[in-house]
Structures are given as C-alpha cells and as structure tokens.
T-cell receptor, first 115, second 114 residues
Framework: DQQVKQNSPSLSVQEGRISILNCDYT??????FLWYKKYPAEGPTFLIS?????DKNEDGRFTVFLNKSAKHLSLHIVPSQPGDSAVYFC??????????????FGTGTKLQVIP | KAGVTQTPRYLIKTRGQQVTLSCSPI?????VSWYQQTPGQGLQFLFE???????NKGNFPGRFSGRQFSNSRSEMNVSTLELGDSALYLC?????????????FGPGTRLTVL
C-alpha cells in the first residue's frame, strides 16, 4: 500500500522555466512533509519541508505547497537550473503507536533540466 | 563534520547467504534509520534505532534485522538472501529522530544477489 505517491516518474523542463513536482498521500495522520533530492551514486539530501499547519514554505528558488483537503503537495523550482537535474523524493511523517515519528517516502520523480 | 558513512559500498552475494551492512552516523546523532531503494518502489522504510532500541519498523520479513551500538553505529543483517533483496540500502542519521530533525543520508550499499 503506497501511502505516498509520485505519479510522474520523470519530468523535463527548459532551463529558466518553472519545475513543478507533485505528490499525493492517502494517510490523513501525516503531519510533516519533506522533499529530498538525490543525485546518482549519492544518498538523498534534504531540500525543504512543511508542517501540516502551514500551506506554503519558501526557501530561495524552492517553494513547497500543501493542500490538506486534497492530500496533495507540490514542489516548485523557479527558475530551474541544469544542476537541479536529479531524482526528487517526496516524504511524509507521522507518529507511530509508540509516539515516534515514522517517515514514508514516495517513489521519486526524475527531473531533467535542459540547458 | 564528517557525514554518514556506510560500508561496504558494493556487495555481491548468492541466494541463501546472509549479509551484514554497517552505518556510522554523524557524530552526535543518536537516531539511525535504514531504507531499501529499488526501481519503481522508492525508499522503503526498514527500521529506526535510537539509543540502541528499535523504535520503528517497516513491513519487511523477519529476515531483515538490525541493531545499534552504544556509540550509535548501526548494522543491518539480511539472512537467507533472495534475488529480490538486490537493492540500494541507505542509512540515515538524525539528532533524535523527530520529524523536524533533518535526516542525513549515507551514499548507500549496493547489494546484488545472484
């Protein structure tokens, strides 16, 4: 049961344009959401996060939007740069029965920014 | 500060064997999580350890086990390897494992089961 879904396995965008990566989740107990970026042969690196009490968080060129009613979040990258080409993972966190946080990752979207 | 290190980086085993992977977290981090990455499945959570105790567990069979030592270093073990266990195994550490604690990932161990 994939509770966090990234339905687009890949995305191509021209340099300078906006990249929009989407993520849907099914569990309403998730209360914290994150995006990670992964280059080949490296582990994922944290990009940006958002709490469920907010609907937007911005960090430089990266903005994450959360729509709780639709159980949907998106990552906007503006402007896109060739160095942004990577696999992007959406992740969601909730407390388990013991009260500890458990993070669930999506399947990833491979972004290619074309110069 | 040194990052998360994982050893070995690459491993080839045959079906039925067992394997042990090692993870050294960032100094001062007490939470260590393990993930399995396979094509099309994303990162699947295996388990999380904090202060030598398993706090969280994913939906993997009992062949997958782990432990954490008093210095926060962690190992995961897979017994009776199957072809489907071929994957990239990632370890991540964070300060105390809160959702707001950034997880720092190691480069992973690429396991191939023949």
């Amino acid at each position: 049961d994939q509770q966090v879904k990234q339905n687009s396995p890949s995305l191509s965008v021209q340099e300078g344009r906006i990249s929009i990566l989407n993520c849907d989740y099914t569990n309403s107990m998730f209360d914290y959401f994150l995006w990670y970026k992964k280059y080949p042969a490296e582990g994922p690196t944290f990009l940006i996060s958002i709490s469920s009490i907010k609907d937007k968080n911005e960090d430089g060129r990266f903005t994450v939007f959360l729509n709780k009613s639709a159980k949907h979040l998106s990552l906007h990258i503006v402007p896109s740069q060739p160095g942004d080409s990577a696999v992007y993972f959406c992740a969601a966190s909730r407390k388990n029965s013991g009260g500890y946080q458990k993070v669930t990752f999506g399947t990833g979207t491979k972004l290619q920014v074309i110069p | 500060k040194a990052g998360v290190t994982q050893t070995p980086r690459y491993l080839i085993k045959t079906r039925g064997q067992q394997v042990t992977l090692s993870c050294s977290p960032i100094s001062g981090h007490r939470s260590v999580s393990w993930y399995q990455q396979t094509p099309g499945q994303g990162l699947q959570f295996l388990f999380e350890y904090f202060s030598e105790t398993q706090r969280n567990k994913g939906n993997f069979p009992g062949r997958f086990s782990g432990r954490q030592f008093s210095n926060s270093r962690s190992e995961m073990n897979v017994s009776t390897l199957e072809l489907g266990d071929s994957a990239l195994y990632l370890c991540a550490s964070s300060r105390i494992g809160l959702a707001t604690d950034t997880q720092y990932f190691g480069p992973g161990t690429r396991l191939t089961v023949l």
